[in-house]
């Protein structure tokens, strides 16, 4: 396996940083984000067995349950998950909203369509969890330079990633410090054409007031609300 897979967030930074030093990768005269898309395009070249894949989805926020489940979904989540990939693939969508009552199957399609991404050799996704980076985003303002220093780099790789999957958004009330910190990392994507997944529990008019009018209209210019209207697969629990 490659040791890309078991380096963590930091190790991941110090790689970036001290790009410009070193020789064979050639970045001398390149800023902070052209360093990060050229490693970025780099490692998406590489050739990768589908059991590193699902690692590096692993290493990408992915649960291990999503992950390891990447090959073995079924039925009409499974359609989906193919219609929504190649579409992100061949660059016709860079944006979609997927939502469904819980259990459907909505992160597992974000997995599906990573792993898929990642075998079209473009590039690992990255999932976050909105609410968990809104937090993290909050106590920064008052954080130490570390802090500081961490939510910048994990903003830097949302606004880079070849996939962004912003999961469970709908655990956030929408206001407007929430709603300008997405729509600026959105907008950003949206100008770069990089596909951005967004999933959430909220019918679509629900889900236009949390995510602001802004991220709405780019949505819809894109075609891309998907319901997931079919059962839960955890069953009778739900
Ligand atoms: N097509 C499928 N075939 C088999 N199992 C699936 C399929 N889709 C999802 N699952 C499994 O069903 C369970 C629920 O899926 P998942 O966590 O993706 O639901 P969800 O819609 O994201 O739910 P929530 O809204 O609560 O986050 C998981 O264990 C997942 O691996
Ligand atoms: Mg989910």
């Not at 944006?95 to 009552?101: F, N, V």
């Not at 992160?107 to 991404?117: E, L, N, P, S």
């Not at 929430?178 to 889900?207: C, F, H, S």
Request: aromatic residues 8%; glycine residues 8%; negative net charge.
């Amino acid at each position: 396996m490659n040791d890309f897979l078991a380096m963590s967030e930091e190790q991941w930074q110090v790689l970036i940083d001290s790009a410009p030093e070193c020789p064979d990768l050639g970045h001398s005269d390149m800023k902070a984000d052209e360093i990060r898309e050229d490693i970025s395009r780099r490692l998406a070249t590489k050739e990768y067995s589908d059991d590193e894949i699902k690692a590096l989805l692993m290493a990408e926020g992915f649960d291990k349950l999503h992950a390891t489940k990447v090959d073995q979904m079924t039925g009409r989540c499974l359609k989906f998950a193919e219609r929504l990939s190649d579409r992100f693939i061949s660059g016709e969508k860079t944006m979609a909203y997927l939502w469904g009552i819980r259990g459907t199957g909505k992160t597992q399609i974000a997995a599906r369509v990573g792993f898929r991404m990642r075998k079209a050799s473009q590039g690992v996704g990255r999932r976050v969890l909105v609410s968990e980076y809104l937090k993290l985003l909050k106590a920064s303002y008052n954080g130490n330079m570390e802090q500081k220093q961490t939510i910048r780099n994990l903003t830097l790789r949302m606004e880079n990633a070849p996939l962004l999957v912003l999961d469970e958004f709908t655990e956030i009330r929408g206001n407007e410090f929430e709603q300008e910190e997405l729509t600026r990392i959105v907008d950003k994507r949206y100008g770069k054409m990089v596909p951005t997944l967004i999933i959430g529990n909220d019918k679509p008019e629900d889900a236009m007031n949390i995510l602001g009018p802004s991220i709405w209209s780019r949505l819809q210019e894109n075609g891309g609300l998907i319901e997931c209207d079919w059962e839960s697969y955890r069953g009778a629990g739900k």
